[in-house]
C-alpha cells in the first residue's frame, strides 16, 4: 500500500533535494552532488511512475463513474445498464426510462466528486454534483443536480445498487424525474 494518498509528497521532497544537490554542485563542482542530483531526479520520476501504476479501489469506482456517466451522456443503453447492479431492477427501469426521455448537452461538469469507501473497501458511496444543458419532456434548461450513488464490488467489477438524487442546495433526497 502506498504511504501517502497521492505521489505529491515524495516527489516534491524528492525534486527539493535535488535541486539542492544540484545548486551545491553549481557552487563547488563536486561531481557527487550532480549524481546526487541526477540520482533524486530519477527517483522523483520512479516515485510518479509507481503512483500510475497503483489503481486503488477508490480510483477505480471514480473512474467508473465517469465512464457511466459518458455512457449516459452518449445514450449507450447497453454500457450504461453495465455499471447498474441486475438486482437493482426498479433502478434499471429508472434509467432505462432517463436514457429514453433525457438528453445532456456536450456542457456537462462533473464537480465536488466525494467517494467514502466501506466494509473492506467493497461498497463505495459516491456524492457529486452534475451541472450542465438538459433537455428533459421537451425543455431545455441548464440545470444543477447533485446525486449520490452506492456501488458494490461484484465479481471484481463496481456496480450501482441504489442511486438518489438530492436537492443541489439542502441536501435532502429528492424524486427522481422532479423538476427541481
Not at 524528492?14 to 533524486?40: D, N, V
Not at 465512464?67 to 437493482?88: C, G, H, V, W
Request: charged share 20%; hydrophobic share 45%.
Amino acid at each position: 500500500m502506498w504511504f501517502t494518498e497521492t505521489a505529491i509528497p515524495p516527489m516534491v521532497v524528492c525534486s527539493a533535494i535535488a535541486a539542492i544537490l544540484f545548486i551545491q554542485w553549481y557552487q563547488r563542482r563536486l561531481g557527487k552532488f550532480l549524481i546526487g542530483s541526477l540520482f533524486m531526479v530519477l527517483l522523483t520520476v520512479g516515485f510518479y511512475m509507481l503512483e500510475v501504476s497503483i489503481v486503488t479501489p477508490r480510483e477505480r469506482v471514480e473512474a467508473d463513474l465517469f465512464n457511466l456517466i459518458d455512457a449516459f451522456q452518449k445514450k449507450e443503453p447497453e454500457t450504461t445498464l453495465s455499471y447498474i447492479s441486475p438486482r437493482a431492477q426498479q433502478l434499471r427501469d429508472m434509467v432505462k426510462l432517463a436514457l429514453a426521455l433525457v438528453t445532456l448537452d456536450d456542457d456537462l461538469k462533473i464537480t465536488d466528486v466525494s467517494t467514502e469507501m466501506k466494509s473492506e473497501d467493497s461498497i463505495a458511496t459516491i456524492h457529486f454534483r452534475a451541472n450542465g444543458t438538459a433537455m428533459y419532456g421537451g425543455v431545455s434548461g441548464r440545470q444543477p443536480t447533485r446525486w449520490e450513488l452506492t456501488w458494490q464490488k461484484m465479481g471484481g467489477e463496481w456496480k450501482v445498487t441504489e442511486a438518489t438524487r438530492l436537492n443541489p442546495i439542502t441536501g435532502e433526497a429528492l424524486r427522481p424525474f422532479s423538476v427541481r
